[in-house]
């Protein structure tokens, strides 16, 4: 399975982006998806899940109201939807996918929020 992020960049307080996260090489729908993300110095956290049968999500307790999670499985993309972004949100985000045992990192992509 890869994973390949995009979106990410350098955008001023308020703004807003959207992460997309293109996934490959399965044949079968991933079960459970989600983003996480690391500051320098900090552990890598959860932002976000998608449960992709279900639909459910689950949010950060600093991102709920302002980011949302999404998923395409015809496309077989993952989105994350960043509004009313602050400089604490910079961080390299990653796209994980998870089934059965197994799971995959991408390589992440930087968003870096300016005051």
């Known amino acids: 399975v890869q994973l390949v992020e995009s979106g990410g960049g350098l955008v001023q307080e308020g703004g807003s982006l959207r992460l997309s996260c293109a996934v490959s090489?399965?044949?079968?729908?991933?079960?459970?998806m989600g983003w996480y993300r690391q500051a320098p110095g900090n552990q890598r956290e959860l932002v976000a899940t998608i449960n992709s049968g279900s639909g459910t999500t689950q949010y950060a307790n600093s991102v709920k109201g302002r980011f949302t999670i999404s998923r395409d499985n015809a496309k077989n993309t993952l989105y994350l939807q960043m509004n009313s972004l602050k400089p604490e949100d910079t961080a390299v985000y990653y796209c994980?996918?998870?089934?059965?045992?197994?799971?995959?990192w991408g390589q992440g992509t930087q968003v870096t929020v300016s005051s």
């Open positions: 994980r996918a998870e089934w059965g045992l197994y799971g995959s």
């Open positions: 090489g399965v044949t079968f729908s991933i079960p459970a």
